[in-house]
């Protein structure tokens, strides 16, 4: 007699394990229980982005108006200079410029490098979980060359992106920063060269990564999961020919196990991509709000003050940009995953 696929269903959900998949999510401060559907998970989180936007907006516009002030404080002083009839060597108006904005700005900078690092650490411990629930959940649904395959580039490429991130690009956006400031209190154009290319050396670095890890998850996702559907037909069709009597029975209730292990699968991977989009929210809300106050204030300190003050703010909103650039990497290098473990489908 074939298993009922509630049956079926339950004893995998214990096998997976998915009350550790659910401790795991809270432990990251996801506080969505495991079954929760896409549409309700995605209402719940726009009413928690709702709850946090107000805070994010206050804290950036308040950071927005320091540095409007002190740029106009700075325009002040350099009109002084001019009618005094100050010029020739160091231009002290536009060094104090960019040390009084980096001073304003640098608890930004390291609390905006602090939630990117978060939001990535989280993703990292809660991808320890969940992809090997997915690749386990696949595998059940009939596809494990698909499940290992994916897991195994998801594993390294997030490896290889964390660290990249940690050793090479986090420091790449301080000193991105620092040779901002230095070309905005100094005016050497090799300064602003320099920082030209740290980042595009980081947005270069964060592209080819993702588009390593997605050409070849299509790739391998391809070849595995034919390989697989043809494993699937080849032993359905042995089993329902070769055991006598009973043959038929057999590849009907593995037809139900798949089909149980497929909607198994579908949950596993709906709370996953909720769970990461749920531990992602706070800093990109932050992250993208800051992102848009200093842009807008490097536009209006154009109007007040000189080019390399508003030049400055303008870096430094670039540098947020870039921090939320490899959440964002990190973030979607999960969903791509997630995604095309649910997507996988077993011929039957």
């Not at 002083?77 to 304003?104: C, F, H, K, N, P």
């Not at 809660?126 to 290992?148: C, E, K, R």
């Not at 009973?246 to 198994?264: E, K, N, P, R």
Request: charged share 10%; with cysteine.
């Amino acid at each position: 007699m074939a298993a009922s696929p509630d049956t079926v269903q339950q004893a995998q959900a214990e096998a997976l394990d998915l009350e550790g998949l659910e401790r795991s999510a809270q432990e990251q401060a996801v506080d969505l229980p495991m079954g929760t559907g896409l549409e309700e998970g995605l209402q719940t989180l726009l009413e928690k982005g709702g709850h946090l936007l107000g805070g994010s907006l206050g804290r950036a516009v308040r950071s927005g108006v320091l540095l409007l002030v002190t740029a106009a404080l700075c325009g002040l002083t350099r009109e002084v200079q001019e009618s005094m009839g100050q010029s020739g060597g160091l231009d002290a108006a536009a060094l104090t410029a960019a040390l009084a904005i980096t001073a304003v700005a640098v608890s930004d900078v390291r609390s905006m490098v602090g939630l990117g690092r978060q939001a990535l650490s989280g993703m990292d411990q809660f991808s320890q979980v969940l992809l090997p629930t997915m690749a386990a959940a696949a595998a059940a649904g009939g596809a494990p060359g698909t499940a290992a395959a994916r897991q195994l580039a998801t594993v390294l490429f997030s490896d290889l992106l964390l660290t990249a991130i940690d050793k090479a690009l986090l420091p790449m956006v301080y000193a991105y920063v620092a040779a901002s400031a230095a070309h905005a209190a100094l005016g050497n154009d090799g300064l602003k060269r320099l920082a030209a290319l740290l980042k595009w050396g980081v947005t270069t670095a964060l592209t080819a990564i993702l588009l390593v890890f997605v050409g070849y998850l299509t790739v391998s996702g391809a070849i595995a999961g034919t390989a697989d559907a043809m494993a699937l037909r080849a032993a359905k069709m042995t089993i329902s020919g070769m055991v006598p009597v009973v043959g038929g029975i057999l590849s009907d209730a593995a037809g139900t196990i798949l089909a149980g292990a497929g909607i198994l699968r579908g949950t596993v991977g709906v709370f996953g991509l909720l769970a990461v989009l749920a531990i992602c929210l706070g800093p990109f809300l932050e992250l993208g709000i800051h992102y848009l106050v200093y842009k807008l204030a490097a536009a209006l300190a154009a109007t007040v003050s000189g080019g390399s003050a508003s030049s400055l703010i303008d870096s430094i909103g670039g540098a947020f940009g870039l921090v939320l650039g490899m959440t964002g990497s990190g973030a979607l290098l999960l969903l791509v995953s997630v995604v095309s473990a649910i997507s996988m489908t077993a011929g039957g």
